[in-house]
């Protein structure tokens, strides 16, 4: 069964930069399309971006576009988050998901958490001066 585990998570002052990772396991991770989400305290749980099983379709929530940039590296079974401009609205933990896509597929999944069916166990960011 697929596992996927976050990391690069932690304190940045507003405007700073910050790179999350997101590390699979168990199934080569070029068969899935892989998303990233965040949850504020109190609130939902929200879409930030998400990339097609072969890195070459993408999509951004317009709170974070021009500013975070999803990318993947299949060999290394890794997807990554860089955040720039970081504000303190983007204070949360972040999450990537995972949905089984065909192989090296372009087909982008929408960003709502029902449409992933594997998750990781987040990864707290905190903006703050």
């Known amino acids: 069964q697929l596992q996927l585990v976050e990391s690069g998570g932690g304190l940045v002052q507003p405007g700073g930069s910050l790179r999350l990772s997101c590390a699979a396991s168990g199934f080569p991770l070029a068969y899935y399309a892989i998303a990233w989400f965040r949850q504020a305290p109190g609130k939902e749980r929200e879409g930030v971006s998400c990339?097609?099983?072969?890195?070459?379709?993408?999509n951004y929530a317009d709170s974070v576009k021009g500013r975070f940039t999803i990318s993947r590296d299949n060999a290394k079974n890794t997807v990554y988050l860089q955040m720039n401009s970081l504000k303190p609205e983007d204070t949360a933990v972040y999450y990537c998901?995972?949905?089984?896509?065909?192989?090296?597929?372009?087909?982008?999944?929408?960003?709502?958490?029902?449409?992933?069916?594997?998750w990781g166990q987040g990864t707290q960011v905190t903006v703050s001066s």
């Open positions: 990339v097609s099983s072969s890195g070459g379709s993408t």
């Open positions: 998901a995972a949905q089984k896509s065909t192989y090296y597929s372009t087909s982008l999944y929408p960003l709502e958490t029902r449409e992933y069916n594997y």
